[in-house]
């Protein structure tokens, strides 16, 4: 062997070695972190960057749900093939490597079409990845309280996302560039891809062979009202950014400000929403959903930041539900070896619902806007949004009781 080829063996050990100790093997967590610091650079302030030039309700609309129905589509292929060659690791990685050189790319210009464009792109990477990264985490969850388990991993992500927001409040205040946002979010998802790479693949036995599971009743239940609910959802979001930025008139850092603000709120209540979710997994649903009929009837009234800064920290109770009750309920009624597959379904559902609500709220808003003021027009589908919330919210009393009464009920063992 040559010393220049003995050389590069030795560097290559050392730099695994060293990885190694600094991870201590765990690859998942520090993973989790990263990626989460990398996804919050950006994409939080794609939809402000929109609206702030002036783009048509209408994309801004589009903006505000593609990442939840490209990501579902990518999700359902990349699931399925998850399950199918246990190949998620390697899945994983590749996504985070493509999304950041996306994010690169996207940096260098910035229409509000061609943003459009690119974000489509970057969402339907993070499909890719969410299909590796949910089966992981989704197997390596079993034979644990999942409530507890996934709050650990929410709480880490939660994390990165404080940390980015943090940077990005830091950044905005001084030198307010979205190109600077964008390039590090995409240093960043390589990071992240380097820090999973040497985690091994997981072999999971199937516990239900495909073919049974198309009468599973739970997940077609669960499908529906999350499909209900997903349209209602979705129409409020582009009438939420276009408050902040033309009627509270938010600077990009105000706006920063607020995301950490609810970033911060989400850690703290996370590891308490773990051990209530473990307690009744149905409670934690229906609340989460009936907590997201307070957005619209808040932003109907918002005229300063911060009442904007409030909201933000009130989301932290409803974030922590949407990360844990939801994914830990899914789990449940999914079969293991199976949950790519699943959740990539569920995620599907939800991005094709909440896409529909997004566009149609935009394309009311562009023609109350003809007859009336902004701020009446908004007001008008704020209410539209907050009844069909609640309603579509008491749907979820007929997902299966088998988890518990609506209500949360208070174990001291496990509060200890």
Do not use: C
């Not at 197997?139 to 650990?152: I, N, Q, R």
């Not at 997981?202 to 198309?214: A, G």
């Amino acid at each position: 062997m040559s010393d220049r080829r003995q050389l590069t063996v030795a560097q290559e050990s050392w730099r695994e070695t060293l990885l190694d100790r600094y991870f201590k093997r765990d690859r998942l967590k520090p993973h989790t972190l990263w990626n989460n610091l990398a996804n919050n650079i950006a994409s939080p302030f794609v939809s402000f960057n929109i609206a702030s030039s002036g783009a048509s309700n209408l994309l801004l609309g589009y903006v505000q749900a593609i990442s939840n129905l490209a990501t579902g589509i990518t999700q359902l292929i990349g699931g399925r093939f998850a399950d199918k060659t246990g190949r998620r690791v390697q899945i994983t990685i590749l996504s985070s490597v493509v999304t950041g050189l996306f994010w690169l790319l996207a940096a260098l210009y910035q229409t509000p079409t061609f943003l459009a464009i690119s974000f489509t792109i970057i969402t339907l990477a993070l499909g890719i990845y969410s299909a590796g990264w949910t089966s992981i985490v989704g197997e390596a969850s079993e034979g644990t309280g999942k409530g507890v388990f996934l709050a650990t991993f929410a709480t880490l992500a939660s994390l990165g996302g404080l940390l980015a927001l943090v940077l990005t409040t830091i950044l905005t205040a001084i030198y307010p560039s979205y190109t600077l946002l964008y390039l590090l979010s995409g240093g960043f998802f390589l990071f992240s891809a380097l820090v999973l790479k040497g985690r091994k693949e997981q072999n999971v036995q199937r516990n239900t062979k495909p073919s049974e599971l198309k009468n599973n009743r739970d997940l077609r239940i669960y499908y529906l009202v999350s499909g209900v609910y997903g349209v209602f959802w979705g129409f409020g979001w582009p009438l939420f950014t276009i408050t902040i930025v033309k009627i509270v008139r938010v600077s990009l850092f105000q706006y920063s400000l607020a995301q950490m603000i609810g970033v911060g709120a989400t850690i703290a209540f996370q590891p308490f929403i773990g051990r209530l979710v473990d307690n009744n997994r149905r409670a934690g649903v229906f609340w989460g959903r009936m907590g997201l009929v307070i957005y619209p009837l808040a932003y109907m009234i918002m005229s300063a930041p911060w009442q904007y800064y409030l909201l933000s920290a009130f989301s932290g109770i409803t974030n922590s539900l949407l990360n844990i009750a939801f994914v830990a309920y899914l789990y449940d009624i999914s079969p293991a070896g199976e949950r790519g597959r699943y959740t990539a379904e569920f995620g599907l559902i939800t991005g094709v619902s909440t896409m529909a609500g997004s566009l149609l709220a935009a394309s009311a808003l562009t023609i109350l806007a003809t007859s009336y003021t902004l701020w009446l027009s908004l007001a008008i589908l704020y209410s539209v949004a907050a009844v069909g919330r609640v309603a579509a919210a008491l749907l979820h009393l007929r997902l299966p009781g088998s988890y518990g009464s609506i209500l949360f009920h208070h174990q001291a063992s496990s509060t200890a």
